[in-house]
């Protein structure tokens, strides 16, 4: 395996972590903005760390049933998919802001939740 790429995205911060080059453990790497930049910052960073898959939380309520983010992550993940070459995957999540922030109440929240979901997707995913 190689490094993956981990999200979680929402519409006013998206938080990134990376993992190690075995792709056997995730680290919380930056907190970017929603914006227009996100795109074009996620496919150099992709293309810089040598990223052979990107993982992105899948948020559901209670009920099994898509949140009120998921509708815009479903779209982001529709832009990303045209700007870049490697596979997207959804990795359930289940308050992993939550779980970050018992941690920590800084502002590196979301990227440490993106690494609970990047380590759940290797974890599920392990051979």
């Known amino acids: 395996m190689s490094k993956l790429l981990g999200i ?3 519409t006013k911060r998206v938080g990134v972590a990376v993992s190690d080059e075995s792709g056997s453990v995730a680290f919380a790497k ?4 929603s914006d227009r930049t996100l795109i074009p910052t996620l496919t150099e960073l992709i293309a810089k760390e040598s990223v052979v898959r990107v993982v992105v939380g899948e ?6 049933h898509d949140n009120a983010v998921m509708k815009h992550t479903r779209q ?3 832009d990303l998919e045209r700007s ?3 596979p997207v995957s959804y990795e359930p999540e289940f308050y992993s802001s939550v779980e970050a922030r018992r941690d920590s109440d800084d502002k590196f929240v979301d990227a440490k939740a993106a690494a609970i979901i990047l380590n759940s997707f290797i974890e599920r995913t392990k051979k």
Not at 30 to 33: G, K, R
């Open 30 to 33: 930056a907190v970017l903005p």
């Open 84 to 86: 870049v070459t490697v």
């Open 8 to 10: 979680d995205y929402g």
């Open 76 to 78: 982001f993940v529709a």
């Open 59 to 64: 948020s559901k309520d209670k009920d099994g």
